[in-house]
């Protein structure tokens, strides 16, 4: 491979081979973060299943990604980049393969689990395989490859997905992973070079084991007590008490080992620590009303899950015209104008969703999902970005590791309470638990309507909760030396 030292004058052919076999894991990856939301009510219909439970199908994954994300760097030190790239493309694979062929919504949540432990190194080791073959000196260039799925993956996932669900079958949606993953595996053996693995550091076992079943506890105890509507349900009390303590004694462990799985002292000032919270209470927001919406459009609406998948490219619109000028805004004039600009759109989108019902103007609608769009693009990297400009060069790495955790277990908390706290309202406002199984009569619109605006508003608080945690972004701009080359780098 290219030296990080001597880059390349131009993407020359060998490197967008590479590209190319990046690209491939890529998509498989993104991809299944947005195409199974459009699902979800065929899930819960086929499987007989409830709202409560059958939100775990997306969840649970979104857990295993972030249980797996810190594991990146030790792992790549251990076994090798193109050797660790093409196992998790194969544990990705075999993960889909188990979720396509499942026979319980039990067996689907533990099947996307270990699809998720998977997919969740694809991204990560193939930014640092493309980082290694350009050099330092390339960054910039390999984004704007690896930046086209990240852009379209929120387009074209839903529609994707709808098709599949709708003309096929929901397993589709799983199954659709073959071909790309085995096409982006034989790329791999042959264009991907062998490198002897290199370990230098232990992995942090007490860290791992304090970290991953509390959060998984956590949230578990969270969704229970929503879904309970208050604390008395004793699981639920119990599993959150006890995930609470775990994630603390984790923090006290990382506060006092050098080499900890996560380094907390990393964002113990005020800057950072705003970023982070930013992060996290915004990834707990917009990752529950991507779930959220298109149920709105299959329930209320009646569209198929295609037509669902149709309603949501304005989001992604959105978010696509936001991303460069958010990246160049932010260069300019710093990080907290750009993030508070987003967070308006966001608010704005949310403002008309909490009034939202049956028969509300499709263009109202798809004005609010855009909205939505331009405000994720101006919040989630600025966010990022006004974490890592106050990091030293060798501390960007494992910071930018800790950001991706935080944000996808801000996803996943964010999706088990919004979708819990919608199907209780569904159960309350129409005395029927099971209403998202079979059509909607015009008579329980309104009160469905009711339940859909009554969700909207909870998420509308989480992001005020953003809101006030960017109030102590930095505002100025931040770092340029070529520790920001690094953060390209999503995780080591």
Known sequence: ?????????????????????????????????????????????????????????????????????????????????????????????????????????????????????????????????????????????????????????PIAGPILGGWLV?????????????????????????YLAREAPRPHHRLDWLGLLLLSPGLALLVFGLAEIAAAAGFGNVGGDVCLLAGAALIAAFTLHSALTPGALIDVRLFARCGPAAGV??????????????????????????????????????????????????????????PRRVVLGGLAFVIAGLL????????????????????????????????MSAVLGHMEHHQIARATSALNVIQRVGGSI???????????????YTGDAHALHHAVPAALRPAMSNAFAHTFRYALGIILLALLAALGLPDTRPATDAAKDDAVVEVL
Not at 166 to 190: K, Q, V, Y
Not at 280 to 305: E, K
Not at 414 to 428: D, K, P, S
């Open 277 to 334: 919270m930013t992060s996290f209470f915004f990834a707990s927001g917009f990752f529950g009303i991507a779930l959220l919406i298109p149920l709105y459009f299959q329930i209320l609406r009646g569209d198929p899950a295609f037509g669902a998948g149709l309603h949501l490219a304005p989001q992604g619109l959105g978010a696509m015209c936001a991303m460069p000028l958010a990246g160049w805004l932010t260069d300019r004039i710093g």
């Open 414 to 428: 964010g999706t088990a309470l919004l979708t819990v706290i919608l199907a209780q309202g569904i159960a309350r």
């Open 1 to 153: 491979m290219t030296s990080p030292a001597d880059p390349p004058a131009v993407l020359n052919r060998d490197i967008l081979r590479i590209a190319s076999v990046v690209v491939l894991g890529s998509i498989m990856s993104i991809l299944d973060t947005t195409i199974v939301n459009v699902a979800i009510r065929a899930l819960s219909r086929d499987f007989n299943a409830s709202l409560e439970t059958t939100q775990w199908v997306a969840t649970g994954y979104m857990l295993a990604l972030a249980a797996i994300i810190p594991l990146t760097g030790w792992a790549v030190d251990r076994f090798g980049t193109r050797r660790l790239y093409m196992l998790s493309i194969l544990l990705f694979l075999v993960g889909s393969t188990l979720s396509g062929a499942a026979w319980s919504i039990g067996s689907l949540i533990l099947f996307r689990i270990l699809q998720g432990l998977g997919g969740g190194m694809i991204m990560p080791v193939g930014m640092i395989i493309l980082t290694h073959a350009a050099g330092r000196g390339g960054n910039g260039r390999i984004m704007s490859l690896i930046g086209v799925p990240m852009l379209l993956g």
């Open 166 to 190: 709708d003309d096929f079958s929901w397993r589709w949606i799983f199954f659709i992973n073959l071909p790309i993953g085995a096409l982006a595996l034989i790329a791999a053996h042959h």
């Open 352 to 383: 008309a969703l909490c009034f939202i019902a049956a028969d509300t103007p499709l263009i109202r609608v798809e004005a609010a999902l855009f909205f939505n769009g331009l405000g994720m693009g101006c919040v989630m990297m600025p966010s």
